[in-house]
């Protein structure tokens, strides 16, 4: 229930966010083209950053979710990677928009939604593995990776059906990246109203 309210949060604030590119035009567009280049690239970094940390969390993830406490690969160096890689990748999306104010907003929206929904998972995650998970609070930070506490084993059972649906949703990042490129395109054209410029 949880996770599907998140879901379908996430998918509002996403349509709204697009909606709102659609309307707008980057401000460093004629004031300094050079700024709108490294914003897309770093854009573009932070999208590779976030798609590959998503495919490597939901290898280890995938399917044992609250079953089993996940406590190695990403999830040994902080308790909540997939939701740090996360990040990463919206900023990415947020910059390769070529301005400061989307990276903001989503800054925003994620802080003020996703703090709630990791103390909520991480209280379910305390009633059903209690000591062991106790231990792992002890010693593992909760958002930002510690790349030194890093461990993986040499095998790991990946459960492939769940993996596959997983995988979909780690690389929406880089169709988020098309689609900020067709929507360029759209206002180039004039297809596509700009209703006013953000910086």
Same mark, same amino acid.
């Given at each position: 229930m949880v996770e599907k309210l998140r879901i379908t949060l996430s998918q509002i604030f996403a349509v709204l966010l697009v909606?709102?590119?659609?309307?707008?035009g980057s401000s460093w567009d004629d004031?300094?083209?050079?700024?709108?280049? #490294?914003?897309?690239?770093?854009?573009?970094?932070?999208?590779?950053?976030?798609?590959?940390?998503r495919l490597?969390?939901?290898?280890?993830?995938?399917?044992?979710?609250?079953?089993? #406490?996940?406590?190695?690969g990403p999830y040994s160096m902080c308790r909540n990677p997939l939701y740090f890689f996360s990040l990463l990748g919206a900023l990415g999306i947020g910059f390769a928009s070529e301005n400061f104010l989307i990276p903001i907003i989503i800054s925003i929206g994620f802080a003020?939604?996703?703090i709630l929904v990791i103390k909520s998972e991480e209280a379910q995650l305390a009633r059903l593995h209690k000591e062991e998970f106790a231990r792992y609070v002890k010693k593992v930070p909760r958002f930002f990776p510690k790349i030194s506490y890093l461990t993986e084993p040499e095998e790991y059972i990946v459960?492939?059906?769940?993996?596959?649906?997983?995988?979909?949703?780690?690389?929406?990042?880089?169709?988020?990246?098309?689609?900020?490129?067709?929507?360029?395109?759209?206002?180039? #054209?004039?297809?596509?109203?700009t209703l006013f410029h953000i910086y």
């Open positions: 909606a709102f590119i659609c309307v707008s004031r300094a083209p050079f700024v709108t280049t #490294l914003l897309f690239l770093l854009g573009v970094v932070l999208v590779g950053i976030g798609s590959f940390g490597w969390c939901s290898v280890y993830i995938a399917g044992y979710k609250t079953k089993a #406490l996940v406590t190695q003020a939604y996703y459960k492939p059906v769940i993996f596959k649906s997983h995988m979909l949703s780690a690389i929406w990042f880089i169709w988020a990246l098309g689609l900020l490129e067709i929507i360029k395109k759209l206002h180039e #054209l004039k297809i596509l109203p």
